[in-house]
């Protein structure tokens, strides 16, 4: 299919393309977080409907308090298997028909929860839950390498951001429709539960116009006139020879090896600390309880002293944070670097999460500081962590490690966000949340490098000085040695 748009020096077709590839991708994250707290109540009552019904059982607090965790976190579930798809499925049909493919778990999804209420089933939503975790889980993986690979180098780090603006822009667009005035009331909630098939639409729609990632055009393919053509369309140019160069380079360096598996990279030495950094920042990014405040808004603004008639717009508040603040990351990102980003997010969650604490062990004026602190938590982590994490993998791993690092990071992800939504109902203070955010602060400041405008092989360097410091203090040693005899 052709989309030429305008060659004038301009590159539409690529700010088309992130936003066709990302409304069908990292929105649907955001999207399926933020619909699930409106109803809550509603699916509930139709969980102890449905256990009266069949087996004449009313549930009490805590069994139905149970089963609605285990609703939700089977979102976290599917994201999981999703994650360690993903890999597989970049490698097999490329980036952009992956997201293509994806879409049919999505409108599994969306069927499921549309019949669920008439069938009586509350086993069908969880399901439903499960398929569209799995769409979010392969989204979060392969949109990043596809917005990494086919940005320019100076672009980078603001288009792969993209990807965090959509999945906040996806939190507010879900609170929105979950207004009781839309699709947040009692009649309606299977009808919210399955509208998240509308994007999936969109971008079955527009998505199969665009170019693929010229770097899997290259490397994977080997087929160098459609990378050329490819970045030609996302340039709306012609292509500089310098950043030829450096796809041929990074081609060159790969050649005659296949994508590597996971356990490849665990047991490779020259990657060990890029995939610890991986591993120990995706983890953060749900560990921290950023996310889970989304699952349990409700429970939070209650805890937090908040009246039930005002909570919903206070949860289309913390959307609103989260969103404006991905767009300054977006905007500061290749100005201030990715090291000061994270770091600086970290910590000031650090701080907010100990204040937040101490605001619920007070009465007097608790609603309005522990409303600030839930903000500033918000608005800190979209600053940072939201945006910079997604971006790592793309810039510190090359064309055959790439796909592993992103199941390895997506399936941490996921299985620390059903974890942290199993027992988040159950913690009463966010000390936890604060002590990994001061770890990760100090991990960042020890090991991480800046990533910002530079190279793979600028960045595989020095990494190289951790990856081998032993050897090379004992080759060191070695060379004293030998000179003294």
Known sequence: MEFYLSTQGRAYTLVLMVTSTAIGGTLQYGYNLAIMNAPTVFIQNFVNETFLERWGIQLGVYELTLIWTFIVSSFSLGGFIGALIAGPMSVRFGRKKSMLLNNVFLLSSSLLALLSRTAKSFEMIIISRFLVGINAGISMNVQPMYFGE?????LRGAVSLSSAVFTSFGLVLGQVVSLK????????WQYLLASNAIPGFIQLLTLPWFPESPRYLLIDCGDKEACLMALQRLRGCEVQREELDEILQEQNETKGECAKQPWELFTDRSVRWQLITVAVLSSAMQLCGNDSIYFYASYVFQEAGISAGQIQYMAIGTGMCEFTACILCNLLIERLGRRLMLMGGYVLMTGWAIVFTVALSLEVWMPYLSMTCIFTYILSFGMGPAGVTGILPTEIFNQTSRPAAYMTAGSLMWLNLFIIGMIFPFL??????????????????????????????????????????????LVHSKHVILSGI
Do not use: D, W
């Open 150 to 154: 086919s940005a320019p180098k100076h």
């Open 181 to 188: 005035e839309l699709l947040g009331s009692e009649p309606c």
């Open 428 to 473: 009463y203070c966010f000390v936890p949340f604060g002590a990994v955010c001061l770890l990760t602060a100090l991990y960042i400041q020890m090991v991480l490098p800046e990533t910002k405008g530079k190279t793979l092989s600028m960045i595989t360097k020095e990494f190289y000085r951790l990856n081998y410091r032993g050897q090379r203090a």
